[in-house]
């Protein structure tokens, strides 16, 4: 009954989350990149932005992006990805610094918020990301981080993920057109290829310090799929109309290849799947 309780006064929080947010005023601010930044301290007041903070001592480290504008999505790639169209973020908010992994997962099984610590595949668990989990499995994760902590945690949105990705870029990826060698985790990202998930942070973070928005693990969004951008929200929040069985998923994975990491892929699947290369990260509203 206690569970029930907390379960429905997180709800709350969550949504009077998205009526504030949308309330913002400071759309089109300007972009830059993230200053360099002490370790993440215990959030006791809002955060400023590119801060990285914790809620709790073994939440996930978050950190807080102001409101902006972008271009989303691409003209000339892949029809997925098309139209390429402004975005405006009137609203801050906090993402994490890195995907969730089994050690924050598994405090959340511990808690009773989750249900089971999923199967890593023979991979070993600890700062890796967690994997085999479905987009309703990454939800209750974000619930439960709510309830704990009193903030309103979730998924972020399929526009909220690529601002964060992007970092204020515009190229392919958030260092540029070339995928390189060695700056990310992917079928063709290295001279050997590693056939499963690397430890979060194993590669350089983007302009805004987060790492891993490019390959690792695929990353569940709140949006429903739709095959292209026409009709698309241009605020920041979730499109929740479309094929909703299947969700966008976003950043490519472990095997997956380079052309499927660039900022502005896209990517979907059932929602009642898990994988071996399906993770996710959250975020978190900023009042």
């Known amino acids: 009954m206690a569970f029930i309780i907390k379960y429905t006064r997180a709800l709350c ?38 801060q990285a903070f914790k809620d709790c001592s073994q939440c996930p480290t978050m950190i807080a992006l102001p409101p902006g504008a972008f271009t989303m999505g691409t003209n000339g790639r892949y029809r997925a990805e098309r139209p390429a169209h402004p975005v405006s973020i009137a609203y801050p908010y906090a993402i994490g610094k890195y995907e969730v992994t089994f050690d924050e997962w598994a405090v959340c099984v511990a808690d009773g918020g989750c249900d089971k610590i999923p199967d890593d595949h023979g991979w070993g668990r600890g700062r890796r990301p967690v994997i085999n ?96 951008y026409k009709g698309a929200p241009r605020d920041g929040s979730p499109w929740l109309k479309g094929a909703c069985q299947n969700r966008v ?20 699947n059932d929602a009642r799947v898990n994988s071996y290369g399906i993770g996710f990260r959250v975020v978190r509203d900023i009042f």
């Not at 979730?154 to 990705?165: C, D």
């Not at 998930?197 to 429903?224: A, F, I």
């Open 13 to 50: 929080i969550v949504a009077l989350g998205f009526v504030l947010a949308a309330g913002g005023t400071r759309a089109g601010a300007e972009t830059s990149r993230a200053p360099d930044a002490p370790p993440p301290i215990l959030a006791a007041a809002t955060p400023k932005p590119f």
């Open 133 to 228: 989990v479905t987009w309703q499995d990454a939800r209750d994760y974000a619930l439960w981080l709510s309830v704990k902590t009193h903030q309103s945690y979730r998924l972020p949105s399929e526009a909220e993920w690529e601002y964060a990705a992007r970092a204020g870029t515009t190229s392919a990826y958030s260092w540029g057109n070339d995928i390189g060698v060695g700056r990310a985790n992917c079928r063709n990202c290295a001279a050997k290829i590693s056939h499963k998930t690397r430890p979060v942070g194993s590669y350089k973070p983007n302009p805004w310090g987060l790492y891993d928005v490019h390959g690792n693990v695929w990353e569940w969004t709140q949006d429903c799929w739709n095959p292209n």
């Open 249 to 268: 998923m976003r950043s490519g994975s472990w095997y997956y290849f380079s052309k499927n990491l660039t900022s502005a892929w896209r990517f979907k």
